[in-house]
């Protein structure tokens, strides 16, 4: 069984190889789900990393649903990847009704070109996942990483071993709350890949800051924060 490690620093990757993963699936801020790495973090992996590494294509948090401007850079984020020497990338879109985006999937495969290419959770959104196993399936995206549309793998269980039982080339790989206690389960429905972080939070500061940095008003999955032209316009005017 494959397993891969979802990392989200130069730190986690390493560990992850370490600790004999297979693969490695490279984000950042796994608090929103994670997002595309930056390029310095994307540069040091690929020099210090061995294993097989495929990099979230993500452009901010929030919902699966994007801009033109927005798809243009996850485009742009595909071909760094390629350049850097990349395995595979981790990505997925949705239409706003909640069904797969098939015209912009097609094309974020195109662009993947040789890499492999890994639906990501977005999946758990589809209201249809029967339906878009078989798109994804037709688009030869080669993995579909989902919790079964639940809050963690083991308690979706069933609709995972349902979708693996019906697909025949896309690979389900499941993910989200899997650990040693429960990847027996995993194991024994005959999954052939699995996705975990496998983290623990760990204290850097031997006290708490005067003030907090973290904004929980903007943690949202059907809003997203986008600076206001009449908020700007009226400070500059002010100081001008």
Known sequence: MLVEVCANSLESALVAEHAGADRIELCSELAVGGLTP???????VKEQVSIPV???????SGD?????????IMLTDIALCKELGFEGIVSGVLNKNFTLDVE????????????????????DWVKDPLKALKLLDDLQIDYILSSGQQKSAPLGIDLLSELEQQNSRVQIMPGS?????????????????????????????????PISMNSSGFLSDDYVAITQLQNIKAVVAKVK
């Open 38 to 44: 930056s390029y310095g973090l994307l540069k040091a």
């Open 54 to 60: 495929h990099v979230l294509i993500r452009p901010r």
């Open 64 to 72: 699966f649903t994007y801009s033109d401007a927005e798809f243009d």
């Open 104 to 123: 912009r999937t097609r094309k974020l495969k195109s662009s993947a070109g040789h890499l492999k290419f890994t639906f990501h959770r977005a999946f």
């Open 177 to 209: 709350g899997i650990n040693s206690s429960n990847v027996d389960v995993f194991i024994s429905r005959g999954f052939n890949a699995l996705h975990l972080s496998g983290t623990a939070m760990i204290q850097t500061l031997t006290k708490s800051p």
